[in-house]
């Protein structure tokens, strides 16, 4: 019977070395994912805040765009050349001029102009118009026939501040 008891006495503190180990484990694994979830929230915290630096960014920052003298021609309205059926365009126009003389020109030229937008968008159809890529065309070429009176380089840009079809 001694023999019997010496065998329980070896298998009871067997027993809790395996939970030991186990606990060891469990408690090891719980450190390392805290260890890591921490070290995360600190980079995303503290070092990832400042966005990288972008050399073409800091160029734009460096140099502000200005924008130049606006010239805003009345509304039109025009009928578009839709074989289709009776359709009308208005638009509302303005010129970002590349000086404060270009917006004395344009008043001067301002019948010519009008002219200008008149003619080009009643050769126009209405496929012509509703797409982005179409009016981009218009705003081209507006843009080549405007700086053609106003001479060259006087209009940096045209804005449709309106643009309705019906």
Known sequence: MADDKEPQATEEPAAPKKKSKKMLLIIGLVVIILAGAGGFFAYTKFAATE??????????KSK????GAIYRLEAFTV??????????????????????????????????????V???LTSLTFEDVMTP??????R?????????I?????????????????
Request: proline share 8%; glycine share 4%; net charge negative.
């Open 51 to 60: 966005p990288p630096a972008d050399p073409v960014g800091t160029e734009k």
């Open 64 to 67: 502000p765009e200005t924008i």
């Open 79 to 116: 009928n578009l050349a839709d074989p289709k059926g009776k359709r009308y365009l208005k638009v509302k126009i303005e010129l970002e001029m590349s000086a404060e003389s270009g917006v004395e020109l344009a008043t001067q030229a301002d019948p010519k102009l009008r002219d200008m």
């Open 118 to 120: 008149i003619m080009l």
């Open 133 to 138: 890529e179409g009016k981009i065309r218009i």
């Open 140 to 148: 081209d070429e507006l843009l080549d026939r405007f700086n053609r």
């Open 150 to 166: 106003l001479r060259p380089e006087k209009v940096r840009n045209i804005y449709f501040t309106e643009f309705v079809v019906q």
